[in-house]
Every structure is written in C-alpha cells, then in structure tokens.
C-alpha cells in the first residue's frame, strides 16, 4: 500500500467541494495566508492584489506565495503588460481573510471561461488537527478543465505499471481531497477517471514531514496537463 493511500484510506474523508470563501464565525489572530497557482496554459500574466502588483510575470505551471492582513481585497489576474496592473483582466475575485485563513487560489477556468477557483486548506487542515492525526499531510486539488480525474501513486516508477486502484478516485474541478500520509519520495499520475490513459505523469515527489504537500492538477488537454507541488506549513 503506498504511502499516499495509506494517508486517505486512514483519513477516511470524502471529497471536499469548494464553491466559495467565507470568512469563519471563530476569531482567530494572524495574518492571511495565500498561494497562486498559475493554471491557465500559454497565458504569461501579472497577479495583482486590490490593484497592487504582487507579481510582474507568472508564468503557467508556476505558484507564488503572499501573506495578507485580514480584510478584504479583489484578487485579480492580467495579461502581463507594462505599468502597475496596467495588462488585459483575464479574471478577478473578491476575497475576505480572516485572521489566520489559508487558501489556494488557482487560475483556471468556469466552464469555458477563465476564472479563479479557491480551495480552503485551513478546512482540511482543522479536520487533519481535530482527529489527532499525523503531523504530515497531503491534498489532491483538481483545478484543470480534464474531467473527473482518477489519482495514481506509487513509491518508484517502476512499481507505477503495476498499480491497478486508484488513490483517490473521481476528483471533480473544484474538489480536493487528502488526510495524513508519511513523509518520503512518491510517484503519482492522474488518468480520465475510468480510463487508462495517464493525462498528468508519472513525476517523481517528495513529500516533507511536518507540511502540508498541495498536489495541483492543472490543464485543459493531455498536451499541457501538469502538477503543481508544493508544500506550506501547517500551523493555522
């Protein structure tokens, strides 16, 4: 069994559809965690915050990290273009932070249409903390315009071809899914969900004790289909 489905099979949790941000009832102090993931293939663009620039040029595949004061800011994505947000809107978001929110913003699509989709980690984070589970934790975030997607994972590439059920199965844009794992070098892939086509990988990861490992998934064809990876900290 590898590692990652240990981390949902001992998790025990459904997806998690994300259709909006709302800032929670409970008064928690801190600032305002966000991370950006470029989602959006063969657009260079410029990311900005209630019309400041916090990027000059984002380019696909890429994620960028920002920490905000709680309140609220429009969140927007533009052409890259010359000047402070100065480029052609490609999509834009109002977001409201409260103290000490965690949320991954993708830039992808609605339809056909670009827009930007919010995944609320502290939500899963506080599910992850509520049940006493292991200080290393992994999510799957379907943000590509692919379909419901199956996730493979193994622990080498070759043991990859002999994988037959998928970790998680189904993940629709928009939902994640994820729980506890172990921290060490894994190798997932995404497939159509009851196909065998692999869309994004086989790529070979390492997943970090004591973080929180964001698997992206990202694309809108088998051409450009990606993960993005990265790893944040899992204090609230």
């Known amino acids: 069994m590898t590692s990652f489905k240990k981390m949902i099979m001992g998790a025990a949790v459904g997806a998690l559809a994300i259709s ?22 063969g657009a260079k663009v410029e990311v900005c915050v209630s019309g400041n620039e916090i990027r000059k040029v984002f380019r696909y595949g890429h994620h960028l990290r920002a920490t905000l004061d709680p309140g609220s800011y429009q969140l927007a994505v533009r052409l890259a273009a010359p000047g402070n947000c100065k480029g052609a809107l490609v999509a834009k978001k109002r ?7 965690r949320l991954t913003v993708v830039a992808s699509y609605r339809h056909h249409a670009p827009a930007l989709l919010v995944f609320d980690d502290r939500e899963a984070l506080a599910w992850i903390k509520d049940a006493a589970f292991s200080t290393t934790f992994g999510v799957f975030q379907n943000a590509a315009r692919l379909g419901p997607l199956d996730l ?39 497939t159509k969900t009851g ?3 692999r869309i994004i990988g086989p790529r070979l990861m390492q997943i970090r004790e004591g973080k929180a490992n964001h698997l992206v998934a990202v694309g809108t064809n088998r ?10 900290t899992l204090d609230s």
């Open 20 to 41: 909006s941000i709302a800032a929670p009832t409970s008064a928690i102090s801190g600032p305002a965690k966000l991370v950006v993931v470029h989602g959006i293939p």
């Open 95 to 101: 977001v409201i932070l409260a103290g000490a929110e």
């Open 152 to 190: 493979f994972v193994a622990i080498s590439i070759s043991a990859g071809t002999a994988e037959a059920t998928p970790a998680v199965p189904g993940l629709r844009k928009g939902e994640q899914q994820g729980g506890p794992t172990e921290p060490g070098t894994i190798v997932p892939w995404v």
């Open 195 to 197: 196909t065998n086509r």
């Open 223 to 232: 051409s450009n289909a990606r993960f993005v990876f990265f790893s944040t």
